[in-house]
């Protein structure tokens, strides 16, 4: 029996659910299994993952007792509203005098379209005084006679005014049906938007619950203390209390898995991730250090549901090419998995022998120009997959490894057919569909303004070494695949930070109101579990729409990583001379604490002033944070508020668009405390005071501005 705790990753999957073991000192991967998704059992997807966890414990020789973190992902939620198969629910519209207008238009949400032809399932009733018992359980009777399986109570302002919405939802809770009250789930304004944000919720409520009442029951009988958590779509964890309340979070939590893979195993700070299965890519950004997240789109509507913005192209590993005369036109979105034909690149030799070329149509209805290969063995399909493998793109080792001969051998009636040679026509197949991929990947390098100097390509899924190697040779931003990228969804499971955002509406917000946001969601975040000493919070105040957002992250165990490898003081350098462009003869370290190393280097330019470009690396050679242009100051934390009040003060720029403070963050022992989001100086520098409070005096800060046009 091994010493080593570990954290537990469990990605419940449409087929297959994945789970992984992963050392929790050294965060490196001891242990993988699969298991089919157990949707037709009596404990329904609970059962694939005991199993799962089981087999685990057993293929690495740990006992339950040495779990230290278990989180599982699931896709129930979507899947549930893809399907269609969702809970009736109650809306209980709060109001009088004109209140009660407002209210009693939302009755209409019962038109929203669940799958085509089939509307989501609700029903209205209307309370004037959350007050009145006899007028509350008068209309929760109503609904519940209706079919109510699940209950929504909506007011006006009550992200303000609380009251009414909970007066109400405790009455409600009397019947035993689950409740939601608009206001728990959302604070901010828009009734329509929060109360449709809350009956999704509530639609999905009952199924989550049931399950989540499973899984809870079958991993404490399995002998598991650990605390459960479960993925949130925005990359983090919640806890199992969390998810009962708001199993919407799990909503399109897919994709979320793969990308803090890519952020906890792969460390990228800036960069983007693409997660190709054999049909699709699923496209995502981390733009220093943090994914990108935006309000989600649900049943074709806005919601308040922060998710990952994802972005997916129809093109995978297993995408089959098309070709119109002597030109590949196409390839997907129909891939080799749907259409039920094998990889031409994983045939038997011999099964390739006499091989024809010919164009059909996989499904009824799908275009005739998709290539197949029609030979000795049967019919093969020709795939991104098997181009990769015809180039020697696709590693040894590698998920979706083929023999490079095999590949090649499969490719050549195309290239007869195109009248080229197999490594051309090998390349044509590939452009044809990482074009596709190309020009996602180019918008979201622009609508986030990533530094393409720095920025990283990270292929994670079974499909990676067919996208990801091209595209960034065609790109010319340096990309790799992320190890372990077949299961990289389950790591980031096992690797997630519990997560918690706090959003408000406040006009004019004050130091004492911003300070407030942080407080709330810095205490929800160790209510579920995260221990309170390593919780860090990101603050941004948007003073266009006066919504302050609180970001808190923590691990549910202080975390003491014992890695097997250290950059030496050469190595950093030369690491920041890459990710700067220049030579490490131009680069000069400006500052460090124990945890990081700050490099610096000059460019100049005509008839402007020179620039200053920085790059923070740590201790592993990862590059943490990096700057186009930027001031550098080191203190200590007796020093730090003097310093910080006097650099604020000399870059804070005044103009039409009001007071603008630099972007601010201060390294601190391991930690990269960010508050750019912050215009204002006074709440940054009182945020930056609360960064700094129980340290000691002496320890190293390191200050790093930019000043903001």
Same mark, same amino acid.
């Given at each position: /029996?091994?010493?080593?705790?570990?954290?537990?990753?469990?990605?419940?999957?449409?087929?297959?659910?994945?789970?992984?073991?992963?050392?929790?000192?050294?965060?490196?991967?001891?242990?993988?299994?699969?298991?089919?998704?157990?949707?037709?059992?009596?404990?329904?997807?609970?059962?694939?993952?005991?199993?799962?966890?089981?087999?685990?414990?057993?293929?690495?020789?740990?006992?339950?007792?040495?779990?230290?973190?278990?989180?599982?992902?699931?896709?129930?939620?979507?899947?549930?509203?893809?399907?269609?198969?969702?809970?009736?629910?109650?809306?209980?519209?709060?109001?009088?005098?004109?209140?009660?207008?407002?209210?009693?238009?939302?009755?209409?949400?019962?038109?929203?379209?669940?799958?085509?032809?089939?509307?989501?399932?609700?029903?209205?009733?209307?309370?004037?005084?959350?007050?009145?018992?006899?007028?509350?359980?008068?209309?929760?009777?109503?609904?519940?006679?209706?079919?109510?399986?699940?209950?929504?109570?909506?007011?006006?302002?009550?992200?303000?005014?609380?009251?009414?919405?909970?007066?109400?939802?405790?009455?409600?809770? =009397?019947?035993?049906?689950?409740?939601?009250?608009?206001?728990?789930?959302?604070?901010?304004?828009?009734?329509?938007?929060?109360?449709?944000?809350?009956?999704?919720?509530?639609?999905?409520?009952?199924?989550?619950?049931?399950?989540?009442?499973?899984? $809870?029951?079958?991993?404490?009988? =399995?002998?598991?203390?650990?605390?459960?958590?479960? /993925?949130?779509? $925005?990359?983090?964890?919640?806890?199992?209390?969390? /998810?009962?309340?708001?199993?919407?979070?799990?909503?399109?939590?897919?994709?979320? =898995?793969?990308?803090?893979?890519?952020?906890?195993?792969?460390?990228?700070?800036?960069?983007?991730?693409?997660?190709?299965?054999?049909?699709?890519?699923?496209?995502?950004?981390?733009?220093?250090?943090?994914?990108?997240?935006?309000?989600?789109?649900?049943?074709?509507?806005?919601?308040?549901?922060?998710?990952?913005?994802?972005?997916?192209?129809?093109?995978?590993?297993?995408?089959?090419?098309?070709?119109?005369?002597?030109?590949?036109?196409?390839?997907?979105?129909?891939?080799?998995?749907?259409?039920?034909?094998?990889?031409?690149?994983?045939?038997?030799?011999?099964?390739?022998?006499?091989?024809?070329?010919?164009?059909?149509?996989?499904?009824?209805?799908?275009?005739?120009?998709?290539?197949?290969?029609?030979? =000795?063995?049967?019919?093969?399909?020709?795939?991104?997959?098997?181009?990769?493998?015809?180039?020697?793109?696709?590693?040894?080792?590698?998920?979706?490894?083929?023999?490079?001969?095999?590949?090649?051998?499969?490719?050549?009636?195309?290239?007869?057919?195109?009248?080229?040679?197999?490594?051309?026509?090998?390349?044509?197949?590939?452009?044809?569909?990482?074009?596709?991929?190309?020009?996602?990947? $180019?918008?979201?390098?622009?609508?986030?303004?990533?530094?393409? $100097?720095?920025?990283?390509?990270?292929?994670?899924?079974?499909?990676?070494?067919?996208?990801?190697?091209?595209?960034?040779?065609?790109?010319?931003?340096?990309?790799?695949?992320?190890?372990?990228?077949?299961?990289?969804?389950?790591?980031?499971?096992?690797?997630?930070?519990?997560?918690?955002?706090?959003?408000?509406?406040?006009?004019?917000?004050?130091?004492?109101?911003?300070?407030?946001?942080?407080?709330?969601?810095?205490?929800?975040?160790?209510?579920?579990?995260?221990?309170?000493?390593?919780?860090?919070?990101?603050?941004?105040?948007?003073?266009?729409?006066?919504?302050?957002?609180?970001?808190?992250?923590?691990?549910?165990?202080?975390?003491?990583?014992?890695?097997?490898?250290?950059?030496?003081?050469?190595?950093?350098?030369?690491?920041?001379?890459?990710?700067?462009?220049?030579?490490?003869?131009?680069?000069?370290?400006?500052?460090?604490?124990?945890?990081?190393?700050?490099?610096?280097?000059?460019?100049?330019?005509?008839?402007?002033?020179?620039?200053?470009?920085?790059?923070?690396?740590?201790?592993?050679?990862?590059?943490?944070?990096?700057?186009?242009?930027?001031?550098?100051?080191?203190?200590?934390?007796?020093?730090?508020?003097?310093?910080?009040?006097?650099?604020?003060?000399?870059?804070?720029?005044?103009?039409?668009?009001?007071?603008?403070?630099?972007?601010?963050?201060?390294?601190?022992?391991?930690?990269?405390?960010?508050?750019?989001?912050?215009?204002?100086?006074?709440?940054?520098?009182?945020?930056?005071?609360?960064?700094?409070?129980?340290?000691?005096?002496?320890?190293?800060?390191?200050?790093?501005?930019?000043?903001?046009?």
């Amino acid at each position: /029996m091994t010493t080593h705790r570990i954290r537990v990753g469990i990605d419940v999957g449409g087929t297959f659910t994945d789970a992984v073991a992963v050392d929790a000192t050294t965060l490196r991967l001891v242990g993988q299994v699969k298991v089919p998704t157990s949707h037709h059992h009596e404990d329904g997807v609970a059962h694939g993952i005991v199993e799962a966890l089981g087999r685990l414990l057993e293929q690495t020789g740990h006992a339950p007792d040495d779990v230290t973190f278990l989180a599982h992902g699931t896709t129930q939620a979507t899947n549930a509203l893809l399907e269609g198969d969702v809970a009736t629910v109650g809306l209980l519209g709060i109001g009088a005098g004109p209140g009660a207008v407002l209210t009693r238009r939302l009755a209409s949400l019962a038109g929203l379209e669940l799958t085509p032809g089939k509307g989501l399932p609700l029903h209205y009733a209307h309370i004037p005084d959350p007050q009145d018992p006899a007028a509350v359980a008068a209309a929760v009777a109503e609904l519940k006679a209706a079919g109510a399986q699940a209950l929504v109570a909506s007011e006006p302002f009550s992200v303000d005014r609380p009251e009414g919405e909970r007066a109400v939802a405790e009455a409600a809770r =009397a019947t035993g049906l689950p409740v939601t009250a608009a206001h728990e789930i959302t604070s901010l304004y828009g009734l329509r938007k929060r109360t449709r944000t809350a009956v999704v919720n509530a639609a999905i409520l009952p199924r989550m619950l049931a399950t989540a009442d499973l899984v $809870d029951s079958s991993i404490t009988k =399995a002998g598991v203390t650990a605390p459960l958590m479960v /993925m949130r779509c $925005d990359g983090g964890v919640m806890s199992l209390d969390e /998810m009962r309340r708001r199993p919407l979070l799990t909503v399109l939590s897919g994709p979320a =898995a793969g990308v803090a893979g890519a952020l906890m195993q792969e460390r990228v700070s800036e960069g983007v991730f693409l997660e190709t299965g054999g049909t699709s890519t699923d496209i995502s950004v981390v733009r220093r250090g943090k994914v990108a997240v935006r309000h989600a789109t649900i049943l074709g509507k806005s919601s308040y549901l922060n998710a990952l913005d994802v972005r997916t192209v129809g093109v995978g590993g297993g995408s089959m090419v098309r070709v119109t005369g002597r030109r590949v036109t196409a390839v997907g979105p129909r891939s080799a998995h749907i259409a039920g034909v094998p990889y031409a690149c994983y045939a038997d030799p011999d099964d390739l022998r006499d091989a024809r070329l010919t164009t059909v149509s996989p499904l009824p209805g799908d275009p005739a120009d998709y290539v197949v290969l029609d030979a =000795a063995g049967g019919r093969f399909a020709l795939t991104m997959t098997c181009a990769a493998n015809a180039l020697g793109r696709v590693p040894e080792g590698d998920f979706a490894h083929a023999d490079p001969d095999t590949a090649r051998a499969a490719l050549a009636p195309l290239a007869a057919v195109l009248g080229t040679d197999v490594p051309t026509a090998a390349v044509r197949l590939l452009d044809a569909g990482v074009n596709q991929v190309r020009s996602v990947v $180019d918008t979201l390098v622009r609508e986030y303004r990533l530094d393409t $100097d720095s920025a990283v390509l990270v292929g994670g899924g079974g499909g990676a070494a067919a996208v990801t190697p091209h595209l960034a040779a065609r790109t010319g931003i340096s990309g790799r695949i992320a190890r372990n990228s077949e299961v990289i969804s389950p790591i980031g499971v096992a690797l997630a930070l519990v997560r918690e955002q706090v959003e408000r509406i406040v006009p004019g917000a004050t130091q004492e109101q911003i300070l407030a946001v942080r407080a709330e969601a810095e205490r929800a975040v160790v209510a579920q579990g995260a221990a309170a000493d390593g919780v860090e919070v990101e603050v941004t105040v948007d003073p266009q729409t006066h919504t302050v957002r609180a970001v808190a992250t923590g691990a549910t165990e202080l975390r003491t990583q014992d890695r097997a490898h250290r950059a030496d003081d050469g190595e950093r350098l030369r690491l920041a001379a890459a990710s700067l462009r220049t030579a490490p003869s131009e680069v000069r370290v400006l500052a460090g604490t124990p945890a990081h190393t700050v490099y610096g280097t000059s460019t100049r330019r005509r008839f402007r002033p020179a620039r200053h470009p920085v790059r923070v690396v740590d201790a592993d050679g990862v590059v943490r944070h990096h700057s186009p242009d930027a001031h550098v100051e080191a203190t200590t934390v007796g020093g730090a508020p003097e310093v910080l009040a006097r650099l604020v003060a000399e870059n804070t720029s005044y103009g039409d668009g009001g007071v603008r403070a630099p972007a601010v963050r201060l390294l601190l022992s391991s930690r990269i405390a960010d508050l750019s989001g912050i215009l204002d100086p006074e709440p940054l520098l009182a945020l930056a005071r609360g960064e700094l409070r129980s340290r000691a005096a002496d320890e190293p800060v390191v200050a790093i501005l930019e000043v903001r046009t």
